[in-house]
């Protein structure tokens, strides 16, 4: 049973940093697609990052240039590094992996496994 656990949100200041991790248990990262979604208040949730098996990477234009994805293969964990952070990145920030159903889509999983979510404010 694939088990991912986001931490490191938090609360910060515009122009400010944050990193995300999302260990991963019952799933091998390097094995397929991973990713990072953000889902905004009233909003749908949002691919922000991901990255396939092979490493080729794919962000949001909302992420290019401010966030970092990446992973650790020995650490089973994927990370965000989030850099220059304004109000408008303010959401609960997901990572997924391709459910049993599931699959990869321009790098993104699709019909996806959850983590529980890591809440981002970002704030003056």
């Known amino acids: 049973q694939v088990h991912l656990v986001e931490s490191g949100g938090g609360s910060v200041q515009p122009g400010r940093s944050l990193g995300l991790s999302c260990a991963a248990s019952?799933?091998?990262?390097?094995?397929?697609?991973m990713g990072w979604f953000r889902q905004a208040p009233g909003k749908e949730r949002e691919g922000v990052a991901a990255?396939?098996?092979?490493?080729?990477?794919t962000y949001a234009d909302s992420a290019k240039g401010r966030f970092t994805i990446s992973r650790d293969d020995a650490k089973n964990t994927l990370y965000l590094q989030m850099n220059s952070l304004k109000p408008e990145d303010t959401a609960m920030y997901y990572c997924?992996?391709?459910?049993?159903?599931?699959?990869?889509?321009?790098?993104?999983?699709?019909?996806?496994?959850w983590g529980q979510g890591t809440q981002v404010t970002v704030s003056s």
């Open positions: 997924a992996v391709p459910s049993i159903r599931g699959y990869c889509s321009n790098g993104f999983p699709v019909i996806p496994d």
């Open positions: 990255i396939d098996r092979d490493g080729r990477i």
């Open positions: 019952g799933y091998t990262i390097s094995s397929s697609c």
